[in-house]
């Protein structure tokens, strides 16, 4: 009996050789492998971004760029009115003419407001009731990476240009391409935003879709940024045009277009809400396919 209690105390002593594997394993697994210690820092960095700065970046920066856009638009609305005044009296231009066409900018603004006053907060009630899915981080990663990457080079060589042709506009736009990367590394980063489900269980049809989905969730996300971005960008072409003096009549077309090209961006909460409803049928209709096998299977089983 003494024998037997004391078998049974060194067992419990002892590890088994199954114990034993699995420790020196783990051992192993708390070492940094040298071929991969960079991807390893990368993915710290990208945790701590993950859950600091990144990790309500979207929700606090959204709101206030949906509003300043909204804002934005009356104020393009009046200084095109301004401008259809200014102009025929600096240059040699018919008044009533252009007074026309600085009414039918006012109230084009008016109507367009009201239309992305609508559909902005659309944008998000289709992002939250489509749910999609992906089998890992490791696409999502590597693009915030990239996006983080592109977003300072663009930021550096925009002041570099500004220092070396003396252009501000070019700073400007470095400043704006790395605030819309900052917005694509955060999607990435937090992809709960877009309502995409990290699942080991998704099938390689359903990972196809959601790589597709995540990019025209993005483009939805993003358009509130975007839709801000151009309005404010086409109020300071319009202060150009009404406190800059022009040489030539081609500059005052061009930088005519430019405003009417950039303000133009306050319609894409309209055309992105319905591009987006045609490709989720377009998916509707892939995922009833890719669930057809499935629920065969289950019929069988039921047989």
């Known amino acids: 009996m003494n024998n037997e209690q004391m078998g049974n105390e060194r067992t419990k002593e002892e590890p088994t050789m199954n114990e034993a594997e699995q420790l020196s394993i783990s051992d192993e697994s708390k070492k940094i492998p040298r071929e991969a210690i960079t991807g390893i820092l990368i993915d710290k960095l990208l945790d701590c971004l993950r859950s600091g700065y990144f990790s309500d970046f979207f929700e606090k920066n959204e709101k206030w760029l949906t509003k300043t856009g909204l804002l934005s638009l009356y104020i393009s609305a009046l200084l095109g009115?301004?401008?259809?005044?200014?102009?025929?009296?600096?240059?040699?231009?018919?008044?009533?003419?252009?007074?026309?066409?600085?009414?039918?900018?006012?109230?084009?603004?008016?109507?367009?407001?009201?239309?992305?006053?609508?559909?902005?907060?659309?944008?998000?009630?289709?992002?939250?009731?489509?749910p999609t899915k992906l089998s890992s981080k490791a696409f999502l990663d590597s693009l915030a990476l990239i996006a983080g990457i592109t977003g300072i080079i663009s930021i550096l060589g925009g002041l570099f240009l500004?220092?070396?042709?003396?252009?501000?506009?070019?700073?400007?736009?470095?400043?704006?391409?790395?605030?819309?990367?900052?917005?694509?590394l955060s999607l990435c980063l937090n992809p709960k935003n877009l309502n995409i489900e990290i699942s080991e269980q998704t099938s390689v049809g359903e990972e196809f879709l959601g790589l597709i989905s995540f990019f025209m969730k993005g483009f939805l996300k993003l358009v509130p940024i975007i839709f801000g971005s151009g309005i404010i960008f086409g109020i300071i072409n319009l202060l150009e045009l009404l406190f800059m003096k022009f040489e030539y009549m081609g500059q005052i077309l061009t930088k005519t277009s430019e405003v009417g090209n950039l303000t133009a961006v306050s319609?894409?909460?309209?055309?992105?809400?319905?591009?987006?409803l045609a490709?989720?049928?377009?998916?509707?209709?892939?995922?009833?396919i890719l669930a057809v096998p499935v629920k065969l299977d289950r019929l069988d089983k039921q047989k």
């Open 267 to 276: 319609l894409l909460p309209v055309t992105s809400y319905c591009l987006f």
């Open 81 to 130: 009115l301004l401008s259809s005044v200014v102009l025929p009296l600096r240059y040699d231009l018919h008044f009533w003419t252009c007074f026309g066409v600085g009414i039918v900018w006012f109230f084009s603004c008016i109507v367009i407001h009201y239309t992305a006053w609508k559909f902005l907060p659309v944008l998000s009630h289709i992002i939250q009731t489509t």
């Open 279 to 288: 490709y989720y049928f377009v998916i509707d209709l892939a995922m009833a």
């Open 162 to 184: 500004w220092i070396k042709t003396s252009s501000f506009e070019t700073f400007i736009a470095g400043i704006f391409i790395f605030i819309f990367c900052e917005y694509i």
